[in-house]
């Protein structure tokens, strides 16, 4: 079992940044998909970026391509989100996932954090 938490979420002025954070422990593997997925209220869950393995480049969904940047650092355990220039659009709650090699689909990843709130305002 993978167990992941994010931390960092929080209220930000629109053109802001916040940088929000996942710890992750258990399985560890350098074959592990990692990334990040949110939920704007009353709406589903959309994938926001994904890292295929340690060391590959992490893959950006069109609407936050060149605003945010994800890392990821297996040997100590965390992924990174670092959001800039946030629009209201980007409100919600941010997950950060673990599934295995190839995931992509929601229902792809196995192991799921508790989520943290993003909220932009105008």
């Known amino acids: 079992q993978v167990q992941l938490r994010e931390s960092g979420g929080g209220l930000v002025q629109a053109g802001g940044s916040l940088t929000l954070s996942c710890a992750f422990s258990?399985?560890?593997?350098?074959?592990?998909?990692l990334g990040w997925f949110r939920q704007a209220p009353g709406k589903g869950r959309e994938i926001v970026a994904l890292?295929?393995?340690?060391?590959?480049?992490?893959f950006y969904e069109d609407f936050v391509k060149g605003r945010f940047t994800m890392s990821r650092d297996d040997a100590k355990g965390e992924v990174h989100l670092q959001m800039n220039s946030l629009e209201p659009e980007d409100t919600g709650v941010y997950y950060c996932v673990a599934g295995g090699p190839g995931s992509y689909y929601e229902h792809e990843f196995a192991y799921w954090g508790q989520g943290t709130q993003v909220t932009v305002s105008s």
């Open positions: 258990g399985r560890v593997s350098g074959t592990l998909a």
């Open positions: 890292s295929h393995w340690s060391g590959s480049n992490p």
